[in-house]
């Protein structure tokens, strides 16, 4: 028989969130994010000054309406409910956004906490139907409510790469909603440990050569021999002289800005034929691997190996289309923009930037763009291309009282 879940009474969560764990309720269920404060877009001490409490009236905002995934989300870190007669009664609910439906019409039968809601019932029934509502891919992180369901989509014991192509016209929707757990991707251990990379490998590896490269750049725009368009002419060719680095290195690393965008928009967010295996198992690895576990640690930058491969395409083109100093100085520029795009990316999933910064900012728009506006927010070092794109996230709107 399925266990039901377990019963905590206000003194065990209160003696709990004393010794720093970060326990938080909805009506009677209980939820433990003490693995997940750090990683909030609102902030960790957001998140610990809600310890203890009912969140549900916070979950609708304002100032943020949380998503159906985040709602999801949640529910890796269900660990039981509380005892009857000492759940908290929730803050008034302030009006929801525009548009937001009210719980209870069609298609909205979702407690404030997200979970459907189900009649009174046994406790070992009312777990076997929540276990249920997992059918479509959620599944649940082993340290936490342990729900690894013989329905889910994929199976999470074996490598998901050779699986995703299978799931057909299901695969956008499941990749779509983010869970808590690593991902293996190969059966080889090599190939598995070339897919996986931490942080500070990439810094180490590519900021060398952009220092190395950019004094090679500098030192041969001195020697005065640059022109440019002196493939076509020489009496109208335009000397590069030294000075003009610091702006080829900028123009390299705004060249990179735009790049970023556009392959996060039309390669990483290309949305692959439900009918061919191949093409979406191309998107998972490219990137659907990352939307489907956004804070898998270990990969998050781009691997050495496979970067290195592009960075030298990228290289050959710019070789082709300019001066071969010049076309140096431009590829440096965008090496750079590229090392701060993968390190800023790192730290927009595992950084706690200071509310009211332009980095606070910038992982909130980052995260609502994992777990509720994946076709728009495409700009990840910067908001900037999202706005002539038109591909900005909006702004939440809340309703005003009466």
């Known amino acids: 028989a399925t266990a039901g879940p377990r019963s905590f009474s206000a003194a065990e969560v209160r003696a709990r969130c004393a010794q720093g764990a970060c326990l938080v309720s909805c009506h009677r269920r209980l939820y ?31 100032p943020h309406r949380h998503s159906e995934n985040a709602r999801r989300w949640l529910e890796q870190y ?3 409910e509380i005892e009857p007669g000492d759940e908290q009664v929730p803050p008034r ?33 009312a777990a076997a139907q929540l276990c249920a509502w997992y059918w479509d891919g959620l599944c649940v992180p082993q340290h936490y409510n342990h729900c690894l369901l ?7 014991q074996k490598p998901l790469l050779w699986q995703v192509g299978y799931l057909g016209e299901k695969y956008d929707e499941w990749v779509h909603q983010p869970v808590d757990r690593p991902i293996r991707l190969f059966h080889s251990d090599f190939l598995e440990f070339l897919s996986k990379t931490a942080w500070y490998v990439v810094f ?11 004094w090679v750049s500098y030192t041969s725009l001195a020697q005065g021999n640059t022109r440019l368009f002196s493939s076509f002419t020489t009496e109208y060719s335009i000397p590069v002289h030294k000075y003009y680095f610091p702006f080829i290195f900028l123009l390299g690393m705004i ?45 998050l930058v781009f ?9 030298g395409f990228f290289y050959g083109v710019l070789r082709l289309l300019l001066p071969e100093v010049l076309g140096l100085a431009v590829f440096v520029g965008g090496l750079c923009g590229y090392v701060i795009y993968d390190m800023m990316h790192y730290y927009l999933h595992y950084g706690s930037p200071k509310k009211g910064t332009y980095l606070y900012g910038l992982k909130a728009y980052h995260v609502k763009h994992h777990f509720e506006h994946q076709r728009s927010g495409f700009g990840i070092s910067t908001r900037f291309w ?10 939440e709107t809340f309703k005003k009282e009466d």
């Open 32 to 62: 433990d994010l003490s693995g997940f404060v750090r990683l909030h877009p609102g902030g960790e001490q957001l998140l610990r000054r809600r310890a203890g409490t009912d969140v549900s009236a916070a979950l609708d905002g304002p």
């Open 204 to 214: 180490m590896v590519w900021t060398p050569v952009v220092l190395y490269l950019s």
């Open 93 to 125: 609910a302030e009006p929801g956004p525009v548009g937001t439906r009210a719980l209870g019409e069609a298609g909205g039968m979702y407690s404030l906490c997200g979970v459907p809601q189900v009649p009174a019932q046994k406790p070992a029934a």
């Open 78 to 80: 269900y660990v039981g």
């Open 150 to 156: 013989p329905q889910d989509l994929v199976d999470w």
């Open 303 to 311: 691997p050495p190996v496979p970067a290195s491969l592009v960075i």
């Open 255 to 299: 060249l990179w800005s735009l790049l970023e965008y556009l392959i996060h928009r039309f390669v990483f967010h290309m949305k692959p034929p439900a009918s061919n295996y191949y093409l979406i198992t191309l998107h998972f690895l490219l990137h659907g691997q990352h939307h489907k576990s956004p804070f898998d640690s270990s990969r």
């Open 386 to 395: 999202d706005y002539p794109f038109r591909t900005l996230i909006p702004e």
